[in-house]
């Protein structure tokens, strides 16, 4: 795997219209690790495809009624089995973060890279999850000079409105790659 133009190799592409153009000068400073199922708790639905793509038919599902005319995407979804699919290139905004502040700075979606694991905030992500978010914050540490403290939670950035990836998402899995140098 490794990065072209935004985009990774060797995985699912998907286009989203959920996305636009970064301000000027700005380039990823931060990865967000997110999480999601639809329906909530279920897995393997092809739902998040859809509602990143904006093809979500809300009457599938009552829980998806809070989802008419949302517009919202990941840049990548990484699901249960590992397998990943890229919606929006990693130099262009992904519409993930809504209301955030990190360091300071307001709209982290101006500024970030947001990835979505597909599971819950209180049930154990998979080594292949483990394993492909590995991968994949390798390449964006050394592609973008992220700094070792750039890769977040969302609850981070909007504590008391966001509580993903949850307490299930084990950091330790993943420290080594954030703590060695780039």
């Known amino acids: 795997m490794y990065l072209d133009q935004g985009w990774l190799s060797d ?5 989203s219209p959920n996305f636009n153009q970064r301000p000027l000068g700005v380039a990823p400073e931060l990865v967000v690790i997110h999480n999601i199922s639809l329906p909530a708790g279920q897995f393997g639905t092809g739902f998040i495809d859809a509602l990143f793509c904006n093809t979500l038919d809300c009457a599938a599902h009552e ?6 005319g949302l517009e919202v995407s990941a840049h990548l979804l ?22 955030s502040r990190y360091k300071g700075r307001d709209n982290c979606n101006d500024f970030s890279i947001g990835i979505e694991l597909e599971g819950t905030d209180d049930l154990a992500y998979t080594d292949a999850q483990y394993s ?25 950035i909007a504590p008391g409105r966001k509580t993903d990836p949850g307490a299930a998402f084990d950091w330790q899995r993943i420290s080594d790659v954030l703590n060695r140098s780039v």
Not at 11 to 15: C, E, L, P
């Open 11 to 15: 995985i699912v592409h998907k286009s």
């Open 63 to 68: 829980s998806f009624a809070d989802l008419v």
């Open 78 to 99: 990484i699901e249960r089995s590992g397998k990943a699919i890229q919606f929006v290139g990693f130099d262009d905004r992904a519409w993930h973060a809504g209301v």
């Open 132 to 156: 492909t978010l590995r991968q994949v914050l390798t390449i964006l540490r050394r592609h973008y000079d992220l700094a070792h403290d750039a890769v977040v939670g969302h609850s981070d």
